[in-house]
């Protein structure tokens, strides 16, 4: 066996390991499960470590169980929160299952077959007939108040360090994400649960139930990834939209894009090592071509590239790209084969003037009136005249004078108009 661990550590992706994984991975093929919360329809970008961890254990020979919290989901995991979490009814949870089975299928074949073919499993399969009083005889008997409370996600939240304590609800969640690994262990001889660096006292209290449920000889292993933040300590994962999800109906391609395109210098030497399947090699050589031209922005454009046909495709990608070269393009050629939502996307953050249409009646809307009297883009008519003068208003990417006027025909997608002073200032009409 190839070691999957060495290639997990340069990568920055081992934070804590129980003694004996690594030698387990090298000895043979092991199926490995990773939990995923339910909390959503879809998975934004937080949750592609572990979606790359389990494509790298495919990699590596090792069997990716893929598990979707359906019967957690209904508790809330306790671990980094410092509230309790709203409840799901049915209806959500299941919407949210069927949304997560979605995205986890882009990533892995869960119909492939063979031993070490992916797998998909959804823990409310085996918790729904689960009694309570079964559930208390089998698995609360088996792990103590005390081992459970020394838990630092109990401890903070029950010494007022964060929030107002803890139900009894939350605080058996480690018990129930806990006989998932026992499950696991028992009907896909799983031997290793993986997870954030957060899941460390869940995943160890998974480990001592499959011993005290079996025998004190039964394997069980455990190992964390470091939760990833940005250079400067904030979350990662969330743009000032808020978060950058897998799916393109909640975060589009080109935003997606985007998004690591403008990651900063020290996060994208970082990110490059995480989020893609690079080889060392390669990414080392990046790096130093990087580290030559900043400027160039080598790293950002490969990490941008690697990740997004990862996640959407080739051609999802390429469309972004294209996006993005449409807006520094000189003419409006490239802009107007754009669809709508990719054109405001492409502009999003600029002034929009909302005009309705009778301003076009007659012979159309003049320029002074496009730039300040009718909008406000310019303080005074006798600053855009004077813009106008000095040949800095374009129109469509097009320099236009005071004479011109605006109609029907300068409408992109029959509704936009998209002026231009000097280089850098945009602005958007939008004929309703």
Same mark, same amino acid.
């Given at each position: 066996?190839?070691?999957?661990?060495?290639?997990?550590?340069?990568?920055?992706?081992?934070?804590?390991?129980?003694?004996?994984?690594?030698?387990?991975?090298?000895?043979?093929?092991?199926?490995?499960?990773?939990?995923?919360?339910?909390?959503?329809?879809?998975?934004?970008?937080?949750?592609?470590?572990?979606?790359?961890?389990?494509?790298?254990?495919?990699?590596?020979?090792?069997?990716?169980?893929?598990?979707?919290?359906?019967?957690?989901?209904?508790?809330?995991?306790?671990?980094?929160?410092?509230?309790?979490?709203?409840?799901?009814?049915?209806?959500?949870?299941?919407?949210?299952?069927?949304?997560?089975?979605?995205?986890?299928?882009?990533?892995?074949?869960?119909?492939?077959?063979?031993?070490?073919?992916?797998?998909?499993?959804?823990?409310?399969?085996?918790?729904?007939?689960?009694?309570?009083?079964?559930?208390?005889?089998?698995?609360?008997?088996?792990?103590?108040?005390?081992?459970?409370?020394?838990?630092?996600?109990?401890?903070?939240?029950?010494?007022?360090?964060?929030?107002?304590?803890?139900?009894?609800?939350?605080?058996?969640?480690?018990?129930?994400?806990?006989?998932?690994?026992?499950?696991?262990?028992?009907?896909?001889?799983?031997?290793?649960?993986?997870?954030?660096?957060?899941?460390?006292?869940?995943?160890?209290?998974?480990?001592?139930?499959?011993?005290?449920?079996?025998?004190?000889?039964?394997?069980?292993?455990?190992?964390?990834?470091?939760?990833?933040?940005?250079?400067?300590?904030?979350?990662?994962?969330?743009?000032?939209?808020?978060?950058?999800?897998?799916?393109?109906?909640?975060?589009?391609?080109?935003?997606?894009?985007?998004?690591?395109?403008?990651?900063?210098? +020290?996060? !994208?030497?970082?990110?490059?090592?995480? /989020?893609?399947?690079?080889?060392? *090699?390669? @990414?080392?050589? &990046?790096?130093?071509?990087?580290?030559?031209?900043?400027?160039?922005?080598?790293?950002?454009?490969?990490?941008?590239?690697?990740?997004?046909?990862?996640?959407?495709?080739?051609?999802?990608?390429?469309?972004?790209?294209?996006?993005?070269?449409?807006?520094?393009?000189?003419?409006?050629?490239?802009?107007?084969?754009?669809?709508?939502?990719?054109?405001?996307?492409?502009?999003?953050?600029?002034?929009?003037?909302?005009?309705?249409?009778?301003?076009?009646?007659?012979?159309?809307?003049?320029? +002074?009136? !496009?730039?300040?009297?009718?909008?406000? /883009?310019?303080?005074?008519?006798? *600053?855009? @005249?004077?813009? &106008?003068?000095?040949?800095?208003?374009?129109?469509?990417?097009?320099?236009?004078?005071?004479?011109?006027?605006?109609?029907?025909?300068?409408?992109?997608?029959?509704?936009?108009?998209?002026?231009?002073?000097?280089?850098?200032?945009?602005?958007?009409?939008?004929?309703?």
């Amino acid at each position: 066996m190839n070691n999957l661990v060495a290639e997990l550590q340069w990568r920055g992706l081992v934070h804590d390991m129980m003694p004996g994984t690594e030698e387990q991975l090298m000895k043979e093929p092991t199926s490995v499960y990773i939990g995923f919360d339910p909390t959503s329809d879809s998975l934004h970008i937080g949750s592609l470590v572990p979606i790359i961890l389990l494509v790298h254990l495919k990699n590596f020979g090792h069997r990716p169980i893929a598990l979707v919290g359906g019967a957690t989901g209904m508790i809330g995991d306790p671990s980094g929160k410092s509230d309790e979490r709203n409840l799901l009814d049915e209806a959500t949870l299941q919407k949210n299952v069927d949304g997560i089975k979605g995205v986890l299928s882009r990533f892995l074949d869960f119909n492939a077959e063979g031993p070490t073919a992916p797998v998909l499993v959804n823990n409310y399969d085996w918790m729904k007939d689960f009694s309570f009083i079964a559930f208390a005889r089998d698995v609360g008997k088996r792990i103590t108040v005390n081992y459970m409370m020394a838990k630092d996600s109990v401890k903070k939240r029950l010494s007022g360090e964060a929030g107002a304590g803890m139900s009894f609800t939350e605080f058996t969640y480690q018990l129930i994400q806990g006989y998932d690994f026992y499950y696991l262990h028992k009907h896909y001889h799983c031997l290793l649960q993986m997870g954030g660096s957060d899941q460390w006292g869940n995943i160890t209290t998974g480990t001592e139930l499959v011993r005290r449920m079996n025998d004190e000889h039964a394997k069980a292993y455990a190992m964390t990834c470091p939760l990833i933040t940005k250079a400067d300590g904030s979350k990662f994962g969330k743009s000032e939209g808020g978060n950058v999800w897998l799916t393109a109906d909640k975060t589009s391609v080109y935003k997606f894009y985007q998004f690591w395109l403008n990651t900063t210098d +020290v996060d !994208a030497e970082k990110y490059i090592k995480i /989020f893609t399947f690079l080889d060392q *090699e390669t @990414v080392a050589a &990046l790096i130093e071509e990087h580290q030559q031209a900043p400027h160039l922005r080598v790293l950002q454009k490969r990490l941008a590239e690697e990740v997004t046909v990862f996640v959407h495709s080739r051609e999802e990608y390429d469309k972004a790209v294209f996006a993005s070269a449409a807006f520094f393009s000189p003419t409006m050629e490239e802009l107007k084969q754009l669809d709508q939502q990719t054109f405001l996307e492409v502009f999003e953050g600029i002034p929009v003037a909302n005009l309705p249409a009778s301003v076009l009646a007659d012979n159309g809307l003049d320029m +002074v009136g !496009a730039l300040a009297a009718k909008t406000n /883009f310019l303080s005074s008519n006798s *600053e855009a @005249v004077r813009e &106008l003068k000095q040949n800095a208003i374009s129109l469509n990417k097009v320099k236009v004078n005071q004479e011109y006027k605006i109609t029907s025909q300068d409408l992109i997608h029959g509704k936009y108009v998209l002026l231009q002073k000097g280089k850098k200032n945009y602005y958007l009409i939008a004929v309703e």
